[in-house]
């Protein structure tokens, strides 16, 4: 829903941001699920939400759907911007945590997971704060620095 779909191999038609796509269901499960590729759909296919969009339906927005308040669309959305690249950021952070490294570089990857999940994490704006962000901004160099360690 909230990313735009372009015509080409990835995707079978055209899609506007913030909008939804036509082969949701109503009960917001997709309609050709089990033939996205050979409908042209290989985009969703490769697609991961990283659990961010689980998060916003369930613990920032529960039992509320833009369905019912259209205009939650654009606040789920961007909700989804914000929360999927953190999601993204934790799942690459617990994956190196299982590297062998020294404890000085495991700590510092835990502290960037800690400072990326806010204590009060009600609103998208929590992931706004500029500590979660400066946090998200901050995971490229230690993933790279750990390089030295393998």
Known sequence: MAYPFDADEDFGLLKEADSPCPNLGCDFRCTI??????????????????????????????????????????HMAHALRVIRPIHEALLLLQEAAKLPLPAAALDEGRALMVAMCPAEDTSVHDFEEPEVQEALADVPRYLQSLAAYL
């Open 33 to 74: 699920h089990k033939d996205l590729k050979v409908k042209g759909f290989g985009g969703c296919v490769a697609y991961s939400c990283a659990g961010a969009g689980q998060r916003i339906t369930q613990e920032l927005f529960p039992g509320e759907t833009w369905r019912d308040d259209p205009d939650l669309i654009y």
